[in-house]
């Protein structure tokens, strides 16, 4: 009796944690096997008794489950069924042939999987006559189960099954032709682009792709205008495998489909293609306004960032202007896209001037992108392209032509930070420094800060430890020409360090001094928590992070966050162990500015998810203040508009935030279930013979 009582509360476990069960053996099988013979258990537990053998895959229990094809029960029957076909005994084929004759449909369609399973030719003419079977699942295990035997024999068969009054009979009909003998397949499949069933022509697109025919490309041609979006779709997928130089034009005429999708994968299949003569439409696609991008659409590329891509692809120097015209594009991605492509098409254009000319404009992009190709190419070509004779890769704006006497604009006079009152009384502190300290510069700019440390004493200098931290590979430049040229690289404590911020964040290091200059407004949320979080567990024990940043946004930065309520701080900080300390004040230039001495008053445990918390709800709070002006009466057109603005992208960054943050929750979820299922394994592995023996007694 106690056996009663412990099975039915291990039958879940018997049911999810089948592979633990064979490790027991023999004792494990032996067990599972009475049950399964036991009339009196419930059908579920006979049933999931047998799926537990079928699963540990023994010899031993292939008789067992061979007598039990006849047990009065369907869903045994077809469950043992199911299980002879995972353990695939030779010995289990002719019973299995006989089951192709029960009267039930679920036996005999789970029959036709496990000989297809076991893949015996004595099963392929019981299976063959199995394809006139009344019930549609049944025929379609049958030609899936031909189609793994990969059977000569069935050829003619299948092909007639091309016919059958059921959509899915056709469609597995058509994948066991391509797996038995494509090229013998190529013209049935060729029919079935004609079929009215819209899954049949789908599925007869894809597996001409996948024979890769060129028997098959102008009925694929074709099939571009189907009246199916999906049919267009794997007819273009197709001949982007097959590759023939005679599907260019009309998949470029495809660029044209009402379909987002089917103009994606045309654009692939050009890519794959690298045909001169889609240049020119490739380029028409990427300068095409009028193409709807999806930002939710994470199944298939955009036209515009896969037109780029294949460009790039193709190699092309037609490309190179309009790739460099994408660079300032409105999508972020096809920017990028953009930026990767050229670099891969200047690698073999033979004028360079264009991009050098790059170098000296004032678009972020196009200087980071332009320096990115030309370091690249003077690497690879230097023995035959001198670039730069002996200046580097940034080349500034020249104020003669003789080249002893060339200057460097943009680097600042060492005195100039020191107009700037925030920066020039933080100096005055560091005179007075006595032990070695480590200053972060995050937004280092173009070096106004570092320029004003040549103002300190050579003492002082000795102790202190710079590392400048921007995105901006340009600004990152400029900061360096400007640490040579005040000589504060043999100055300094250390060689100036000039890092992206994720190198930066790698390091290991702890820091006195962090200094966060005209940089907050302009980092989204999404990326605001991370950079929150981890700076502040680089900051000692006393040690501060200053920032500086505007009280009132400028015209060109009103889609930038405004950080001007002394709450904001307190809110970003709360419960992190630092103390903030907000003034405002306006410069000599009547500029407005926030002014944050924040300090670490005591080590405490801030953790991710709290820099997310308090950055949400600073925002969140900023969302709500800014909808209550809206709703102000006697604002201007002009004032309306502003707050609109900053109102509108507060809400897309929490949006994108929330949705970020759902996303890990969701991932997370997943690997604690997996978890889950893992410990529960890993205790009923740990059962030996003598637990079960104890139980049963």
């Known amino acids: 009796m106690a056996i009663e009582v412990v099975l039915p509360r291990l039958n879940s476990y018997i049911i999810c944690s089948i592979e633990s069960l064979e490790r027991i053996g023999t004792f494990g099988i032996s067990v599972i096997s009475d049950v399964l013979n036991d009339e009196s258990k419930s059908v579920r537990v006979r049933a999931s008794a047998a799926k537990a053998l079928g699963n540990i895959k023994s010899e031993t229990a292939v008789q067992l489950l061979i007598n039990a094809l006849k047990d009065e029960s369907v869903s045994v029957r077809s469950t043992v069924a199911e299980a002879l076909g995972n353990i695939k005994s030779e010995k289990a084929v002719q019973p299995l042939i006989n089951a192709l004759k029960d009267g039930s449909k679920y036996v005999r369609d789970n029959a036709a999987e496990a000989l297809g399973n076991i893949k015996s030719e004595t099963a392929v003419q019981p299976l063959i006559n199995a394809l006139n079977d009344g019930s549609e699942n049944v025929r379609i295990s049958a030609a899936w189960a031909l189609g793994n035997i990969e059977s000569e024999t069935a050829l003619q068969k299948l092909t007639d099954l091309l016919n059958d009054e059921n959509e899915y009979v056709k469609v597995y009909a058509a994948w066991a032709l391509r797996n038995i003998e494509p090229e013998t397949a190529v013209q049935p499949l060729i029919n079935a682009l004609n079929d009215g069933s819209e899954n049949v022509r789908v599925n007869a697109a894809w597996a001409l792709g996948y024979i890769k025919s060129e028997t098959a490309v102008q009925p694929l041609i074709n099939a571009l205008n189907d009246g199916s979006e999906n049919v267009r779709n794997y007819a273009v997928r197709a001949l982007g495998n097959i590759k023939p130089e005679t599907a260019v034009q009309p998949l470029i005429n495809a660029l044209k489909d009402e379909s987002e999708n089917v103009r994606n ?38 036209v515009k960032c896969c037109a780029a891509m294949a460009l790039g692809n193709i190699k092309s120097e037609t490309a190179v202007q309009p790739l460099i015209n994408a660079l300032n594009d409105k999508d972020l991605s096809i920017r990028h896209i953009a930026a990767n492509e050229l670099a891969n098409i200047c690698t073999v254009v033979k004028n360079k001037k264009l991009l050098r000319d790059l170098l000296r404009t004032e678009n972020e992009l196009y200087v980071n992108t332009a320096f990115e190709i030309l370091d690249k190419i003077e690497k690879e070509e230097r023995s035959k392209i001198v670039l730069f004779e002996k200046k580097p890769p940034y080349r500034m704006k020249e104020v003669c032509s003789d080249k002893k006497s060339q200057k460097i604009e943009h680097i600042r006079p060492a005195t100039e930070g020191l107009k700037d009152a925030y920066f020039g009384a933080f100096v005055d502190k560091l005179k007075s420094v006595t032990e070695p300290i480590t200053i972060i510069d995050y937004g280092c700019g173009e070096g106004k800060f570092l320029c004003t440390l040549k103002t300190l004493s050579e003492g002082v200098l000795r102790k202190i430890l710079y590392i400048g931290v921007d995105i901006s590979t340009k600004c990152r430049y400029i900061s360096r020409l400007t640490a040579e040229k005040y000589g504060l690289t043999k100055e300094l404590k250390n060689e100036p360090e000039f890092l992206k911020p994720e190198a930066f964040f790698k390091k290991d290091i702890t820091v006195d001094y962090i200094f966060f200059m005209h940089v907050l407004h302009e980092i989204e949320l999404v990326y605001l928590v991370d950079i929150i979080y981890l700076l502040s567990s680089k900051v000692k024990n006393g040690g ?148 079960f023996t104890a139980l049963s007694l």
Not at 548 to 562: A, G, M, T
Not at 614 to 643: F, H, P, T, W
Request: aromatic residues 10%.
């Open 265 to 302: 994968y045309a654009v692939r299949a050009i890519f794959n293609i690298k045909s001169e003569t889609a240049v020119q439409p490739l380029i028409n696609a990427l300068n095409d306004e009028n193409i709807a991008l999806n930002d939710e659409d994470i199944v298939v590329f955009r």
């Open 544 to 691: 501060k992070i200053f920032i500086l940043d505007q009280k009132k946004l400028v015209e060109e930065e009103r889609s930038f966050i405004l950080w001007d309520d002394e709450k904001d701080f307190e809110m970003l900080f709360q419960d992190s162990g630092f103390k903030p300390f907000v003034r405002y004040f306006t410069t000599g230039s009547g500029k407005q500015l926030s002014s944050i001495e924040i300090e670490k008053v005591k080590n405490k445990h801030f953790t991710k998810e709290d820099a997310g918390r308090n950055c949400l709800a600073v925002y969140k709070a900023k969302q709500a203040k800014l909808m209550e002006k809206r709703k102000q009466s006697g604002l201007n057109d002009e004032k309306y508009s502003e707050i609109s603005i900053q109102y509108a992208n507060i809400s897309e960054q929490i949006d994108e935030y929330e949705r970020t943050i759902q996303s890990e929750i969701t991932r997370s979820s997943l690997n604690y279930q997996s978890f889950q299922q893992s410990s529960i394994i890993m205790r009923i592995s740990k059962l030996t013979s003598e637990n």
